[in-house]
């Protein structure tokens, strides 16, 4: 071989290299509830992806959806086509814990990265093999519960009142709520559950109301979350009452109507990014897609859920290129770089906080993804 050919075999390689790149895709699989009784979680993380672009550079995009009904045994079924038959590179979904919850052991056998909107602290804790593959973006129990225990105490609450979900969701919010209040000083009342299939909770509201508590916490997500406070306004109880955050949704407002105000509930900061300080890390991010958001979906759609889902790709988007330097997309290799590029994310800010992931902690966020708001004429108004 020549001198004069090296050059040229070495130009023809770069230029094969730069056509494979160029030819590159990436697969994201979305699992949502996009019907049932969590749809309002769903839809708006649907809604939100759609947005999302179809190249990040000469990588292209594809997006598979596929609706898990709020039904955890679709859901995994939902995971397990993702992985064994499309070959995603990454999965975002579901937006419910019980879900989140089911799809550890597929996602880890398939050695899938996975990025579920659930606040239930057993999605990441404790960190172990199931869970070395599993991220959330929103802000854990923990976090949420903070600035709404801090108001109690303020306000002089001594005794809470307790409903929630029949199901992981409640489960993980009461055990939360129970640390939380005993750390406050706080007695737990009485506590009651509901399905979200639940159409009426008057029984439920009734024994609470008999407890005489100076306050309630609602732990529930969706629609549905509107019941408890339908049927305590209903039958007179006059304490102040909590929302978990996944009541952080404009179609909330709209189904609970004049019950829902003057409860106060601890949600994600996009959600009144419009009233955050112009320092907070979490309203740039906000104001470049919220507006998109409302333009597309009209601003009674706007919700946490959707800002988080939006998260989950934007987290996906940042560790491509270090993941794309480590393997072809479709691989394991590119997999695990990928998964491991997400865990190496450092003080990213987001609209649903600052994202700071470890090999210890896939939750990733700090008392910055969580805001105190208070339900004033059917408007989210952020407390001090």
Partial sequence: MTKRLIPRLALAAGLTLAAAQARAQVTIGITEPITGAAATLGIGARDALSL???????????????????????????VRQLINQDHVDAIIGSSTAQACLAELDVIAAGATPT??????????????ARRHWMFTVAAGNGIMASPMFADMRANGVKTLGFIGFDDAYGESWLKSAKAAAAAAGITLAD?????????????????????????ILVAAAGSPASLPLIALSQNGYQGRIYLSSGV??????????????GALAAVGPSLVYEQLPGANPTKAPAAAFMPRFDAAFGVQNRSNFAAQSYDSWSLIAHAIPAAMAKGKPGTPAFRAALRDAIEATEDFPAMAGVFSYSPTDHSGLDSRAAVLVKIVNDKWVLQP
């Fill in 52 to 78: 999302a672009p179809d190249k990040i550079g000469d990588v292209t995009i594809r997006f598979i959806v596929l609706d898990d009904a709020t039904d955890t045994t679709r859901a995994v079924t939902n």
């Fill in 248 to 261: 952080a949704a404009n179609a909330f407002l709209r189904v609970g109507g004049s019950a829902v105000n």
């Fill in 191 to 215: 506590s009651e559950t509901f399905a979200r299939s639940d159409v009426d909770v008057t029984g439920q509201a009734l024994h609470l109301i008999a407890a005489s508590p100076d306050a």
């Fill in 115 to 128: 990025i579920c909107d659930t606040s239930s602290p057993a999605a990441t804790t404790p960190m172990d």
